[in-house]
């Protein structure tokens, strides 16, 4: 059709887009050319409405196409309505008037809590080994009190309060909170900084997690040891120190931790960034009832 292909040359030579672009958006404009023509051979660029538009979305989201790739083609006959108008092709643009479809946020990956019960608990992790002790320390850490790795690597011995079985994190902003902990995190750290002060290199550093040569520990080291540790137990491709952050806060509410105080724990400034964490849950939820109800 003319139309298109006045539309591509503009692309093309006016707005100097990419063979690739210009070949996209013509896909997308054929199939919803297709998709109306197909529904009614009568209708034309001039007579489709914003019915038609949403109705050939929601085709398109039955076929299985993500929401990012129906905005894209969404996008795609946006731009060519706006062209046709500008030229006086068609006299209205139907297209103004959808919205698309919300993109969905990917739910986070976090370890299962038997397979970090098999990891806390492996030789190489409760050994007399200062490397494997600080690793295991570094591991509880994180899923024990869900905090970031900026705030790991920040730490030092003063933040541990022992007695109130509580340590202080500063995190985004500067802002400070306290997060308690219980006896095995308790007892880790009291081992892991016996031996620590027991190494060679005892450099002066208030730092709690050092390298291997008294200094305090860098981001890249903790995203090393956490990415070898998890490997150990799981093939999933996220092996970082925030999968044991979101591995810390769905395991709290599978366990009954109401949101609000999970997003204290982790320092959320609103409970709506926590709620991602409920789909986590409801998706096991799902799982358990597909496997176990007789007719699911």
């Known amino acids: 059709m003319l139309m298109i292909e006045d539309f591509l040359n503009y692309l093309r030579y006016e707005r100097n887009r990419s063979e690739l672009t210009v070949c996209n958006y013509e896909q997308s404009l054929r199939d919803f050319e297709a998709y109306f023509k197909n529904r009614d051979s009568q209708l034309s660029w001039e007579s489709v409405d914003s019915d038609i538009i949403r109705d050939w979305m929601e085709s398109l989201m039955d076929k299985g196409d993500m929401a990012s790739t129906v905005n894209n083609r969404l996008s795609a006959v946006r731009s060519f309505f706006r062209f046709a108008l500008s030229r006086g092709m068609v006299v209205r643009d139907p297209s103004h008037l959808v919205k698309g479809p919300k993109r969905q946020k990917p739910l986070p990956y976090f370890m299962r809590e038997d397979d970090?019960?098999?990891?806390?608990?492996?030789?190489?992790?409760?050994?007399?080994?200062?490397?494997?002790?600080?690793?295991?320390?570094?591991?509880?850490?994180?899923?024990?009190?869900?905090?970031r790795l900026a705030e790991l690597v920040a730490l030092n011995d003063q933040d541990i309060d022992f007695a109130a079985h509580q340590l202080k994190v500063t995190g985004?902003?500067?802002?400070?909170?306290?997060?308690?902990?219980?006896?095995?995190?308790?007892?880790?750290?009291?081992?892991?900084?016996?031996?620590?002060?027991?190494?060679?290199?005892?450099?002066?550093?208030?730092?709690?997690?050092?390298?291997?040569?008294?200094?305090?520990?860098?981001?890249?080291?903790?995203?090393?040891?956490?990415?070898?540790?998890?490997?150990?137990?799981?093939?999933?491709?996220?092996?970082?120190?925030?999968?044991?952050?979101?591995?810390?806060?769905?395991?709290?509410?599978?366990?009954?931790?109401?949101?609000?105080?999970?997003?204290?724990?982790?320092?959320?400034?609103?409970?709506?960034?926590?709620?991602?964490?409920?789909?986590?849950?409801?998706?096991?939820?799902?799982?358990?009832?597909?496997?176990?109800?007789?007719?699911a």
């Open 116 to 147: 970090m019960n098999r990891l806390i608990d492996l030789p190489q992790m409760c050994g007399e080994d200062y490397s494997g002790l600080r690793a295991r320390t570094i591991i509880i850490l994180f899923y024990e009190t869900g905090m």
């Open 172 to 295: 985004k902003r500067n802002k400070q909170r306290i997060i308690p902990f219980g006896k095995e995190l308790e007892q880790t750290l009291a081992e892991y900084m016996e031996l620590r002060e027991q190494q060679p290199a005892r450099a002066d550093s208030k730092a709690l997690i050092r390298n291997d040569k008294g200094e305090r520990i860098s981001r890249f080291q903790v995203e090393r040891i956490v990415h070898d540790c998890l490997s150990m137990v799981t093939t999933q491709k996220k092996r970082s120190p925030h999968v044991l952050r979101h591995s810390f806060a769905t395991a709290m509410l599978n366990n009954g931790a109401g949101l609000e105080n999970v997003q204290k724990l982790l320092g959320h400034e609103s409970v709506a960034t926590t709620e991602i964490y409920t789909h986590t849950t409801f998706e096991q939820l799902k799982k358990a009832y597909e496997n176990a109800h007789p007719r």
